[in-house]
């Protein structure tokens, strides 16, 4: 493969010139303590690392920098960290999600205006994953990234605990009576035990594993946990790694193909993955001048066996089983001729390469083809009359009975309607209604929150009823479950039919037909259309103003309409 020179690098136009201002560039650095034969003609490698004191799933990211530092000197690089926005999914409010988009453009802009040549992207918490590589793939240097991993399973007495989707679940169990608050207490303090992202199959585990699958981690690299010491070696080899990236000029644009969005699709399928995955991975592409329908997805969706025993899709085990069990390497190795094996990887070996010699080591935990959790639909992309953009369904995490199902529109405003009335003894309510949340999408939330997994009202949980039949235009974490139709768009906010639903209304649901339809003659709604208003603004200065000016809406990734595609951008002048 031909290797860059030095003087075709890119910091050479800081570093390299003869002139007053790379007096400047070289003073400053020696002023940092590093002599010039440190980092003349060798690749600055940014290490965009996204810890911070108030993101959990990033406290080891201090010492990850470190080894990633030591791989990319013994490589002979020039290492420089390079903080970036920290996306605390536990944290941070109203969303992440209304964030994405923020640290997407700070990434695309520290790699274009500094002296970088390759980057190492630092991400794990939910967001982080698609934001980094959103930003990596616009300014198109050459890059690998380092997933978090996940942290340990959590305990309580004798139970094992799953981030997230036992949250839920003892929450229920709380409201309705069936533990104290000890009980609750104890969970508390044992549902999270070390650095790293839930362990439950949610959308940083989902979107780790897309990231290798896309080819842009080392081979086996998303679901080593975090406090594992073999993330520790990971870290040294992909700042190694992305050394001999920057000489052999290997760039995302030349691994995002419209093959390894495939891949990427059939490991989310296989996996049993987040429903977010659909909305970044839409993002991504576009990024990468590519445009993934979402019919895309329902394609691979029909042919995908669900493989991975993960909660909350899978039966019992978390992502330390999953790792142990052989990992994604051995997952993918199973459905070979539903990939595409040639498509090229950040090691410089294809796919099908990285796959050699996995196999699975415990077969209960990540399943023989033969012997699948669930021959296919692990998600689900719904069209109908409520949706004529397109929703989506876990179907793998959803309650078999309700699959098909109508029942009667009970429909809240927005969440604070949604929390003041749920728990209401005079709620009309019953166990076959479908619970509607308006007002929480892209531009209704703000930032499309996570609250679609509506709460069961106390009323119904009392009586032994666990899921019910529960739609918006929010998301859902991707630890969460239940018969939860998800995305609606266009978001009831900008006037779609989501906005038109009166209590009472018929909902049908049919997951094998595709089909959420509201049960409404069209010329009453067209009446209610023309009686609807437009809500007001709910920013007027500010990075909001920025995001309800320019958001796309969910079945086009959320993205912002200016930041899409590949057109090019002029590298700074230096003067």
Same mark, same amino acid.
């Given at each position: 493969?031909?290797?860059?020179?030095?003087?075709?690098?890119?910091?050479?136009?800081?570093?390299?010139?003869?002139?007053?201002?790379?007096?400047?560039?070289?003073?400053?650095?020696?002023?940092?303590?590093?002599?010039?034969?440190?980092?003349?003609?060798?690749?600055? @490698?940014?290490?965009?690392?996204?810890?911070?004191?108030?993101?959990?799933?990033?406290?080891?990211?201090?010492?990850?920098?470190?080894?990633?530092?030591?791989?990319?000197?013994?490589?002979?690089?020039?290492?420089?960290?390079?903080?970036?926005?920290?996306?605390?999914?536990?944290?941070?409010?109203?969303?992440?999600?209304?964030?994405?988009?923020?640290?997407? &453009?700070?990434?695309?802009?520290?790699?274009?205006?500094? *002296?970088?040549?390759?980057?190492?992207l630092m991400g794990g918490c939910d967001k982080t994953t698609p934001a980094l590589v959103m930003g990596a793939t616009s300014?198109?240097?050459?890059?690998?990234?380092?997933?978090?991993?996940?942290?340990?399973?959590?305990?309580? +007495?004798?139970?094992?605990?799953?981030?997230?989707?036992?949250?839920?679940?003892?929450?229920?169990?709380?409201?309705?009576?069936?533990?104290?608050?000890?009980?609750?207490?104890?969970?508390?303090?044992?549902?999270?035990?070390?650095?790293?992202?839930?362990?439950?199959?949610?959308?940083?585990?989902?979107?780790?594993?897309?990231?290798?699958?896309?080819?842009?981690?080392?081979?086996?690299?998303?679901?080593?946990?975090? /406090?594992?010491?073999?993330?520790?070696?990971?870290?040294?080899?992909?700042?190694?790694?992305?050394?001999?990236?920057?000489?052999?000029?290997?760039?995302?644009?030349?691994?995002?193909?419209?093959?390894?969005?495939?891949?990427?699709?059939?490991?989310?399928?296989? &996996?049993?993955?987040?429903?977010?995955?659909?909305?970044?991975?839409?993002?991504?592409?576009?990024?990468?001048?590519?445009?993934?329908?979402?019919? +895309?997805?329902?394609?691979?969706?029909?042919?995908? *066996?669900?493989?991975?025993?993960?909660?909350?899709?899978?039966?019992?085990?978390?992502?330390?089983?999953?790792?142990?069990?052989?990992?994604?390497?051995?997952?993918?190795?199973?459905?070979?001729?539903?990939? +595409?094996?040639?498509?090229?990887?950040?090691?410089?070996?294809?796919?099908?390469?990285?796959?050699?010699g996995a196999r699975i080591f415990e077969p209960d935990v990540i399943r023989k083809r033969s012997n699948p959790l669930k021959?296919?639909?692990?998600?689900?992309?719904?069209?109908?009359?409520?949706?004529?953009?397109?929703?989506?369904?876990?179907?793998?995490?959803?309650?078999?009975?309700?699959?098909?199902?109508?029942?009667?529109?009970?429909?809240f405003e927005d969440y604070n309607d949604m929390a003041a009335r749920i728990d209401r003894d005079d709620l009309e309510v019953?166990?076959?209604?479908?619970?509607?949340?308006?007002?929480?999408?892209?531009?209704?939330?703000?930032?499309?929150?996570?609250?679609?997994?509506?709460?069961?009202?106390?009323?119904?949980?009392?009586?032994?009823?666990?899921?019910?039949?529960?739609?918006?235009?929010?998301?859902?974490?991707?630890?969460?479950?239940?018969?939860?139709?998800?995305?609606?768009?266009?978001?009831?906010?900008?006037?779609?039919?989501?906005?038109?639903?009166?209590?009472?209304?018929? @909902?049908?649901?049919?997951?094998?037909?595709?089909?959420?339809?509201?049960?409404?003659?069209?010329?009453?709604?067209?009446?209610? +259309?023309?009686?609807?208003?437009?809500?007001?603004?709910?920013?007027?200065?500010?990075?909001?103003?920025?995001?309800?000016?320019?958001?796309?809406?969910?079945?086009?990734?959320?993205?912002?309409?200016?930041?899409?595609?590949?057109? /090019?951008?002029?590298?700074?002048?230096?003067?």
């Amino acid at each position: 493969m031909p290797r860059k020179k030095p003087e075709e690098l890119r910091s050479h136009r800081w570093y390299g010139a003869k002139d007053l201002r790379s007096f400047g560039h070289r003073s400053r650095t020696a002023q940092m303590g590093y002599d010039r034969s440190e980092y003349a003609g060798k690749p600055v @490698i940014a290490i965009v690392n996204t810890w911070s004191d108030i993101n959990p799933c990033h406290t080891h990211f201090r010492n990850r920098a470190e080894e990633v530092k030591r791989g990319v000197w013994q490589a002979g690089g020039f290492p420089v960290e390079m903080p970036a926005m920290s996306l605390a999914e536990p944290m941070q409010k109203p969303t992440t999600m209304l964030y994405r988009n923020f640290l997407a &453009m700070e990434t695309e802009e520290l790699l274009r205006s500094y *002296p970088v040549d390759g980057c190492v992207l630092m991400g794990g918490c939910d967001k982080t994953t698609p934001a980094l590589v959103m930003g990596a793939t616009s300014m198109n240097l050459p890059a690998v990234y380092l997933p978090a991993g996940p942290m340990l399973k959590g305990r309580w +007495r004798e139970t094992t605990l799953g981030s997230g989707s036992d949250a839920w679940k003892y929450w229920d169990e709380l409201r309705a009576g069936r533990i104290g608050e000890r009980d609750w207490q104890e969970i508390e303090d044992g549902i999270a035990r070390s650095a790293g992202t839930c362990m439950t199959m949610g959308t940083a585990a989902t979107m780790m594993a897309i990231a290798e699958a896309l080819g842009l981690t080392l081979p086996g690299a998303s679901s080593i946990p975090a /406090p594992d010491s073999n993330h520790s070696k990971l870290a040294a080899l992909t700042g190694k790694r992305i050394v001999d990236m920057v000489w052999e000029d290997l760039k995302p644009r030349d691994l995002l193909t419209t093959e390894s969005f495939d891949n990427a699709i059939v490991t989310l399928m296989a &996996m049993g993955g987040s429903t977010n995955a659909l909305i970044h991975l839409v993002a991504m592409a576009g990024r990468a001048g590519l445009k993934l329908p979402l019919e +895309r997805f329902n394609e691979f969706s029909a042919k995908t *066996p669900l493989l991975a025993n993960v909660r909350p899709s899978g039966e019992k085990y978390l992502m330390e089983d999953f790792y142990y069990a052989g990992g994604l390497r051995a997952l993918l190795a199973e459905l070979k001729d539903l990939l +595409r094996l040639d498509a090229k990887t950040v090691n410089g070996r294809t796919l099908g390469e990285n796959l050699a010699g996995a196999r699975i080591f415990e077969p209960d935990v990540i399943r023989k083809r033969s012997n699948p959790l669930k021959a296919s639909g692990g998600l689900v992309v719904l069209r109908g009359s409520l949706a004529p953009n397109g929703a989506v369904i876990k179907a793998a995490a959803a309650s078999p009975q309700l699959l098909k199902h109508t029942g009667r529109a009970v429909v809240f405003e927005d969440y604070n309607d949604m929390a003041a009335r749920i728990d209401r003894d005079d709620l009309e309510v019953d166990a076959g209604s479908v619970l509607v949340l308006r007002n929480s999408g892209p531009l209704g939330g703000p930032g499309m929150p996570e609250w679609g997994m509506l709460p069961v009202p106390k009323r119904l949980l009392k009586q032994g009823v666990k899921d019910m039949v529960r739609l918006s235009d929010a998301r859902m974490s991707g630890t969460s479950y239940g018969t939860c139709v998800l995305h609606v768009a266009p978001e009831s906010f900008v006037g779609g039919p989501l906005a038109l639903v009166k209590n009472g209304d018929p @909902i049908e649901l049919d997951v094998e037909r595709r089909v959420i339809d509201l049960k409404v003659p069209e010329a009453e709604m067209e009446k209610r +259309r023309a009686a609807w208003t437009p809500p007001p603004k709910k920013y007027e200065r500010g990075y909001g103003a920025i995001f309800s000016k320019h958001i796309k809406q969910a079945d086009e990734g959320c993205d912002f309409d200016f930041l899409e595609g590949t057109a /090019p951008t002029a590298e700074p002048e230096i003067h």
